[in-house]
């Protein structure tokens, strides 16, 4: 029995027992473990090490175009963050559109690590497929919203947004949560 009680306070000692020395952190000034200490960007606040938060006042989203095309966002210039961010948390809202015709429309949206949307550099892919039922003359179908971590290619994320119906009604568009740096 009194081994026991030996090994349970041992136990004890190690759970509450003072923390190893680390450097101090706050959300304000947090320092990461590797040393890395740089401030977030205005409208942003340090939550973990190297990711920053947005802190601003209301919901901004940045539209993109449907057009089976490759392209990019300069989320640098438009979030005003560092040109050395990695990555962009994000939420993503893919709107399917009406086609005026009863039909399944379909929306794709991928993700590249290439200037050139190479399907060899795919980060990753979202689908919405929505069944149009009856003939809409105007309006979305369907709307969905997906946290999203796109890798950045000096400052831009890359992406094509596919319209696979034909329907020129689809829309694409992003909130900026934080970012890693």
Known sequence: M???????????VIACGPAVDQPAESTVNLTAPDGYAVQCATNFIRTVPHYCVYTGVGVTFTSGTVDNTCRSVDWVTTASIPSSTKVVNLIQRITVGQGNAVATRQLNVS????????VSFIQ???VNVIREQTAQAAGPLGQMNIAQDVILVNGLMYYLAQSADGSSNHAIAWQLLGYYD
């Open 111 to 118: 993700y590249f690590n290439s200037t050139t949307c190479n």
């Open 124 to 126: 990753s892919s979202t």
């Open 2 to 12: 009194r081994r026991m009680l030996t090994v349970i306070s041992l136990a004890l």
